[in-house]
Every structure is written in C-alpha cells, then in structure tokens.
C-alpha cells in the first residue's frame, strides 16, 4: 500500500532540504545543468530509465508499473529560474545574483521528485509513468524545444499533467478549468521612423515620438472598439524608446510589448488590426512603421475529461479544504500549452499563499511555500493510483 508524505514528516524535512537547494542555486533557460544532474542523479538511484538532453537540459524518467501493462501518462515539472535579483535574507536565498527562484519551479522539481521516490518504491499500478523535467519555461519555450527533439516519439504518452502553485490562491486549496487555464503570450517590436530636427521647429520634421503616442493609444482602442467585448485580449506597451536631448526631434522612436488572447481568431484579430493600426497612423504623420509581431506561446486549454479527473483525485484528497471548479484564466502565458496542443491532459493550479507567503509570482520577495511540497507530491501520486488503475 502506497505510503503518502505526511506534513513535517523525515520525507517533507528531505523535500524542504532539496528545494532550498534549488532555490540557493538557480538557473536560467537551458543552463539547468546542476538541477538536472541533480535529478538525474536521484532518478537513477531509484533504478528509474533516465534519458538526458531533451530540450538542451530536458529530463526524462520512466517508471514501469509492477501490475503489468497499461496506459502511459507524463507528469510534468519545470526547472528554471528568472532573471532577477532576490531581495529576500532568509538562509537559502539565490547564491547567483541576477538569478532567482520567482516563479516556484524550485518547487514544482520538488514535488515531482519527491513523487518519483514513492512511486519508485511502491509501483502498484498497470502501465507507466513518465517524469518530465522541463528547461526554459520562462519565455524561451523549453516545452517546445522537447518536443521538437522528440518527446512524444520516443516518449509516446495518452495523456500529460502539470501544476503550477498559485499565491492567489491559500495552500490547501486548487483550482481546476475545464477549458482554457492560461492566454496565448505573443510579443512586438514597433519602429517608427520620421525625419529628425529642431525641437523648436516641429514642422521641419516628421515627428516620430508624436506619431508613438498616436500608436499606443490607438493600439488600445483595438481592444475596447475591434474585439467582441465578451471576448477577452490584452495590448500592453511595455517599453518606449527615442530621443537623446531636450531640443532635437529624433529620427526613430521604438515601442515594445505583450499582447494576450485565449482563443486563435482574437490572436488572429489582435495581430492583424495592430499592423493596420501601426502603418496607417506613422502614413498619417508623414513616417514610415516596422511591427514585428512575434507568436510566443500558445493559450493553455485543458482537455475537459482531463480536468475532470484531475478535480475527482483533489477532491477525495484530505490535504485539500477546496477546489475551485473553472475559476476565472490568467492572462499569464505558460508554455505548457505546447505540450496540451500534441497531446491530451491538464494543467492546474495549487495554492500556494499564506500570511507568510503572500507575494506574487515574478516577485524579487517571493519565496515557495514549503507547507505545500506534500500536497503536491501526494496529488501527482494519487493521479498515478487513479489513472493507472482504470
């Protein structure tokens, strides 16, 4: 009979003691060599098949039931850090400056690994798992660069999981969507180009940073005037750039940013009417427009019977008070999504806020919450027990 990991428990001191490790010593997209050796190194101890390189950095691990054959399934965690400057003082904080845990993959490693050790001891079950440790989460599409590199050819799974802690939420509570969980995440690069001059004779020249503040305000009524309004989508100007002193008009002026969506057609919408937007408003000013509009990340959709069973196992768990059934979807961006568009699953939410714990992810205070590695190590436990019992 499996044997869960109790609170403050030797087995949740041990998981604490891996994930401060990990938090003292972060690293960034495809640099996660020191985390994969690490878990490398503990998978095979536990007699697991260990196949390195997916993905740069990628893991897999593969454990087979004793119960005979059965279906596959991928449980997935991700393993790098942000660039970021921890502010915390607490004992295990990043030992890397620029580099820091913000997002509680440190975490997400844990508790995977921590499941990996009670399943590795206790396989009852038909068929197998596959324990995928992700690179490159944060904005370099590790997700897609494992599957570019063969995942689910030499992997070959019916259905693929993944959690991510949320502060929003307080620990002992998860949130589960039938449907989209998190918006596609695309990028642009505007460059407006007019002619430069006096700063005190503007109609020698064609002003570029007049023409930028045009473009972003306009970029806004694409938004509120194009999109269904039960529809949701976000343009977010994130960065401006022109100018060098107080008297002279520049000749280039550069605008960056984020834009949102969940569903194809509203991406679609957004990145057409932008360029539209952005050329007809630099013609209009006498200036020339460039838009570089870059797809990022797909929206992150649930298969619905995926959701479902990942809702019946939180909701039989007695380390779980409640689970919040299709909460409202982030507008963050998750490359998971390249995973749930090649094969079905789920990907959900575990509380992870306290009064301790309460600041937002990407926070240079932000700290994972150590109460929660149990939860999340038995709720990837029990979905093996579930499914691979069907």
């Not at 690490?38 to 119960?67: F, M, Q, S, W």
């Not at 440190?106 to 508790?111: Q, S």
Request: with cysteine.
């Amino acid at each position: 009979m499996t044997e869960y990991i109790k609170p403050y428990s030797e087995e949740h001191h041990q998981l604490v003691t891996w994930r401060r490790d990990l938090h003292a010593h972060p690293e960034t997209a495809y640099e996660e060599f020191r985390t994969s050796d690490i878990i490398a190194e503990k998978l095979t101890a536990l007699g697991l098949d260990v196949y390195r390189g997916l993905g740069k950095t990628g893991i897999v691990a593969t454990l087979h039931g004793r119960l005979g054959d059965g279906k596959t399934i991928g449980l997935r965690a991700d393993m790098d850090a942000l660039n970021l400057d921890e502010q915390n003082t607490f004992a295990h904080c990043s030992k890397h400056q620029g580099k820091m845990h913000a997002c509680g993959h440190d975490g997400h490693t844990t508790m995977l690994l921590g499941a990996a050790v009670v399943l590795a001891e206790n396989p009852d079950f038909k068929g197998t798992v596959h324990f995928i440790f992700q690179p490159a989460e944060e904005n370099e599409a590790g997700a897609r660069s494992m599957i570019e590199d063969g995942l689910f050819e030499k992997f070959p799974m019916s259905e693929v999981y993944g959690l991510h802690n949320w502060p929003g939420l307080p620990a002992g509570q998860a949130g589960v969507h039938e449907g989209a969980v998190m918006a596609a995440f695309d990028t642009f690069d505007i460059t407006i180009k007019g002619i430069g001059g006096h700063g005190a004779m503007p109609d020698k020249t064609a002003d570029p940073i007049y023409t930028a503040t045009q473009v972003v305000s306009a970029l806004q009524g694409i938004i509120s005037r194009n999109l269904d309004p039960q529809k949701s989508g976000v343009i977010s100007v994130t960065q401006i750039n022109g100018g060098y002193t107080y008297n002279v008009i520049p000749e280039e002026v550069t605008l960056k940013g984020t834009t949102r969506s969940f569903s194809p057609d509203v991406r679609d919408l957004i990145e057409s009417r932008m360029k539209d937007v952005v050329t007809g408003i630099a013609a209009a000013q006498g200036c020339q427009a460039e838009i570089l509009y870059s797809r990022r990340y797909p929206a992150t959709i649930n298969t619905v019977e995926a959701a479902k069973k990942c809702y019946a196992v939180l909701e039989k768990m007695p380390e779980i008070e409640q689970v919040h059934l299709n909460p409202p979807a982030s507008m963050g961006g998750e490359d998971f999504a390249f995973m749930l568009e090649k094969c079905p699953g789920a990907y959900i939410w575990l509380g992870n806020g306290s009064q301790v714990h309460s600041h937002d992810l990407h926070s240079a205070n932000y700290d994972f919450n150590d109460d929660v590695l149990p939860i999340g190590a038995n709720f990837w436990i029990r979905m093996v027990e579930q499914l691979l019992s069907e």
